[in-house]
């Protein structure tokens, strides 16, 4: 039935891009010869093309596009984006990945992040995952959405793509300035205000100018959270959750996930000499949040219930600081972009009923857990500073003769101090003495170090062959230390363990493209990705941990060796993709079609594994991934304007081993995803325009690792959802306008993702990461130049 509905729903935005194509056919003689789809200047390849040149399979959305859909972070964007999907835990804890590369295991990404030309993702031993910033979108340029294997030019975290905020540069010439107010009220949450501004100033005309960016949000939550005395016991031998809902509330806190944010943009370009230009900037933002955005799967209300009253905070802060610097030489440039950047995150997170389950019998009272001689509160506290030093130079040519290339060096120095702790109030109920539960610490160093060059030779003007290879190497240092009554020590007493890797490879990519004619361009890809393996933290496999015996049994599950410890660290895996594609435009740029379809082989995939709610990762698995994108815009007719889009994604594992069976879906990937978005623009006066936006996006299922039961992981099924948006406003020449706008029109409360535990899984529940509801409100802008 689920399928069939998917099916429906892809038929309906096939059957409207369709429709589209044959009225904008029909009505394409009677518009202006100046009415025409907008061109996109990119620098996917580090030089600059546009979209419709530049053959890879991109998206690109410009900083005023964004502005004019009401598009205030970037999930809501990459929702939009076929082939991309994500995990999420709430705002800054959000991993993005493309065409079925799931990130779900090891401590890389599988899709970079970039602001600017600095890259932001970094390897993480964070529960919460490899999770990039949320920055605000406020005076962007345009955002680029690069899928396939990026490892030639953007390196190792990108082998299912790259994601490009580019933010707008000072002007020299001009005085500029905006500002934008966004109210709003959410249902069963309340009031929220989002302010922006920007000024730019030019100090000096022509050589020196300063542009500043500032941001605040306040965000009113929607989740309960709440406290509920005589907790019920769980049933089922422990793997149903007790009835909450008959239990006398204790505490009601109305909007547990309410969000802040702050954040500051400074940059300063100085140009001393028409050649040469040196921007430094300075990037600052601060989210804190009260709770997450989850509710429990069982009532499954929009509520958290607790035995104990534990708040759950969450912040995230990060600092930038970075240096371009650009000269032109008579026949190339040379760029170079030094940056240094400093994150850290902090979440608590409550954790008192997850270890009935899986603990239960274990200690003469543990079976009593809510009693009074039960465990009493238990919360995991979760910190992870991170920093990472990079150095990027590179020249790229110029000119129009037939070769084309860019080629550069590249550094990075990450480090990281990330930090697990969890106590318990009772430690007697589990028949222990000491109320460290674990102690988990892990100082990480990476270095990065490769050479890197694409070359494009135009044979004739309408064939091109490119070729690019990344020589790299990687350097990387794990120190553990693990103590407390569920490590393998039983005890305070730390076993420590240090893992040290190193890896040198080529990641080459080849690509062919022909244009024949200038509406035309089409193109054949293939090129290889690779990701970093990592440690594992070590694992109790029987006394004196008392989990270690339900540890060692899922070890057995999984099909490791019993008595044995399993391996302390998993190595790097690859994936070489092939790709085939087309952008064309028809009716003098009214109607875009850009498509492509690829097939991917992904080797020793670095796979999470849960034996009793304790991650380990391995190289478990293979994978053969195909599918296909494919993007439309048209003008409709004069005022009316059509963007459609849709993904399919067929990612399956080869082999059946260590838990996962040949045929199994890679976790967090939906088959299909989809768009459908129509706008209407229409001068109403001499000053004024009227603008109203629609706008559905589609995610399909989706499973997703859970512990519902028993001694190892499973997928847990996420169904689809489609989330509908509505706006409409008055834009004046002056350079003001005002919307309104209504958010997931229907107030759907989908399930994003299943909330990964800092302490341990519980069999009776899952948390569900879920949407913001009904949203409705005025969004007020203002500009000038």
């Known amino acids: 039935m689920a399928h069939r509905n998917v099916r429906k729903i892809v038929t309906a935005i096939e059957l409207s891009a369709l429709l589209g194509l044959v009225v904008a056919a029909d009505a394409i003689a009677q518009q202006a010869p100046e009415e025409q789809l907008q061109e996109i200047v990119v620098t996917a390849e580090k030089r600059e093309s546009t979209v419709d040149k530049t053959a890879i399979s991109i998206t690109a959305v410009t900083g005023d596009d964004m502005l004019s859909r009401g598009i205030t972070d970037f999930s809501a964007l990459a929702a939009d984006t076929p082939g991309v999907s994500m995990r999420t835990n709430g705002p800054g804890q959000t991993e993005f990945e493309m065409r079925g590369m799931t990130s779900s295991g090891g401590n890389s990404p599988t899709v970079g992040f970039y602001l600017d030309d600095v890259p932001m993702t970094a390897p993480a031993a964070a529960q919460n995952g490899k999770v990039v910033i949320d920055p605000t979108l406020y005076d962007l340029n345009r955002v680029e959405v690069l899928r396939g294997p990026q490892g030639t030019l953007y390196g190792s975290g990108s082998m299912g793509g790259t994601i490009k905020l580019i933010t707008n540069q000072p002007n020299l010439t001009e005085l500029q300035g905006s500002a934008q107010a966004i109210l709003s009220g959410t249902d069963g949450g309340g009031f929220n205000h989002n302010e922006n501004f920007m000024i730019n100033i030019p100090l000096i005309e022509n050589q020196l100018a300063l542009r500043i960016v500032a941001s605040q949000a306040d965000t009113s939550g929607w989740i309960d959270r709440i406290v509920v005395g005589d907790f019920p016991q769980p049933t089922n031998g422990g793997l149903t959750r007790g009835n909450v809902l008959a239990a006398p509330v204790i505490a009601d806190y109305k909007g547990s996930n309410a969000e802040q944010l702050v954040g500051t943009r400074v940059t300063l370009t100085w140009k001393p000499t028409d050649n040469l230009t040196i921007t430094p900037s300075v990037f600052n933002q601060r989210i804190t949040q009260d709770g997450n955005s989850t509710f429990d799967s069982d009532p499954g209300t929009l509520a958290h219930y607790q035995p104990f009253d534990i708040a759950e905070p969450y912040s995230d802060s990060i600092s930038l600081a970075d240096l371009t610097v650009d000269y032109k030489f008579e026949s190339f440039d040379l760029t170079s972009v030094t940056a240094n950047w400093h994150r850290n995150s902090i979440q608590k997170q409550d954790g008192s009923e997850n270890f009935e389950g899986p603990l239960a019998g274990v200690g003469p009272n543990s079976e009593t857990f809510y009693g009074p001689d039960g465990t009493g509160p238990i919360f995991g506290i979760e910190t992870d500073p991170s920093q990472q030093f990079s150095q990027e130079l590179r020249a790229a040519s110029t000119g129009n003769g037939p070769l084309s290339w860019v080629a550069g060096l590249f550094y990075s120095d990450f480090k990281s101090d990330w930090e697990l702790i969890t106590n318990i109030t009772n430690p007697a109920a589990y028949g222990v003495t000491i109320d460290n539960v674990w102690n988990l610490t892990q100082p990480t160093h990476i270095t990065q170090y490769a050479v890197f060059g694409e070359a ?37 007493t730390p076993i420590l363990r240090s893992i040290s890797q190193s890896a040198t490879g080529t990641n080459p990519k080849i690509d062919l493209s022909y244009e024949p004619n200038n509406d035309t361009l089409i193109y054949v890809t293939a090129a290889k990705g690779f990701r970093p393996g990592g440690g594992n933290q070590p694992l109790p496999i029987g006394p004196p ?52 379809v690829f ?28 599918g296909g994108e494919l993007e439309v815009q048209a003008l409709l007719a004069k005022d009316w304007t059509l963007r459609a889009s849709a993904g399919y994604t067929h990612a399956e594992l080869a082999e059946t081993s260590h838990g996962y069976i040949a045929g199994d879906r890679l976790p967090d990937v939906p088959v299909w995803t989809g768009d459908l978005n129509l706008s209407y623009l229409t001068p109403i006066s001499d000053k004024y325009s009227f603008n109203a936006y629609a706008e559905s996006v589609f995610t399909g299922n989706r499973v997703d690792l859970s512990f519902p039961g028993g001694v190892t992981d499973t997928q847990t099924p996420l169904p689809s959802y489609t989330l509908t948006n509505l706006r409409a406003g008055i834009t004046s020449r002056e350079g003001w306008s005002a919307y309104l706008f209504a958010n997931n029109v229907f107030n759907k409360h989908a399930s994003l993702d299943n909330m990964i535990q800092l302490t341990l899984s519980s069999p009776e529940y899952n948390r569900m990461e879920t949407n913001q509801p009904l949203t409705i409100g005025v969004d007020l802008s203002y500009r000038f130049r």
């Open 456 to 492: 494009t030779y135009a044979f004739t003007d309408q064939l091109k062959l490119t070729g690019g290879l990344r020589e790299y190497r990687f350097q990387s240092d794990l120190d553990m230390s693990f103590s407390g009554f569920g490590s393998p020590t039983g005890t305070n």
């Open 599 to 626: 097939y991917e082989i992904w080797d020793q995939i670095q796979l999470e594994l849960l034996p009793c709610g304790y991650p380990l990762f391995d190289n478990a698995n293979s994978a053969h991934i195909y």
């Open 545 to 596: 941990s008392p989990v270690g015996p339900c540890i060692e049994a899922g070890l057995v599950a999984l099909g490791y060796p019993a008595g044995k410890p399993p391996p302390s660290s998993y190595g790097p895996d690859s994936l070489w993709s092939y790709e085939v594609g087309e952008k064309a435009k028809f009716f003098d740029n009214r109607l875009r079609i850009n498509s492509s």
